[in-house]
């Protein structure tokens, strides 16, 4: 039996430590943080209306971005609406953007604590 997935990887919030220290994490974090809940929004909208260029753009911005923090779920849920294929039904793209946002509401809160943690300590 796996062992779920944690919502980041600290392993890579150590790395960005490692490069910039508390600057670079705080600074990678506050950028996600601004830019990331109007991907989440974008893909909600393009998985409504069918606009599957639209949902394709936001939704690679958006996995970038997780990867760059470790949101190893938020990534991969992104990723299957990346590469969903022609059978993809209207329904199946608004199912999987509602999952996309609800990892991405679990991604914002850890990344929150974090930063306010960060803020507390320096």
Sequence with gaps: ???PTPTLDQAVLDRLLDW?????LARM????LEAAPARVEEIEDASVTGD???LA?????LKSSAGNLGAE???RAVIELETFGPE????WLVARAAATR???SEVERTLREIRESMATEG
Excluded: C
């Design 73 to 75: 779920r938020l990534r």
């Design 20 to 24: 910039g220290g508390d600057t670079l």
């Design 52 to 54: 599957l260029e639209a």
């Design 88 to 91: 993809a039904t209207l329904d």
């Design 29 to 32: 974090i506050d950028l996600f």
């Design 1 to 3: 039996m796996n062992a």
């Design 102 to 104: 609800a990892e991405y």
């Design 57 to 61: 753009r936001a939704a690679h911005s």
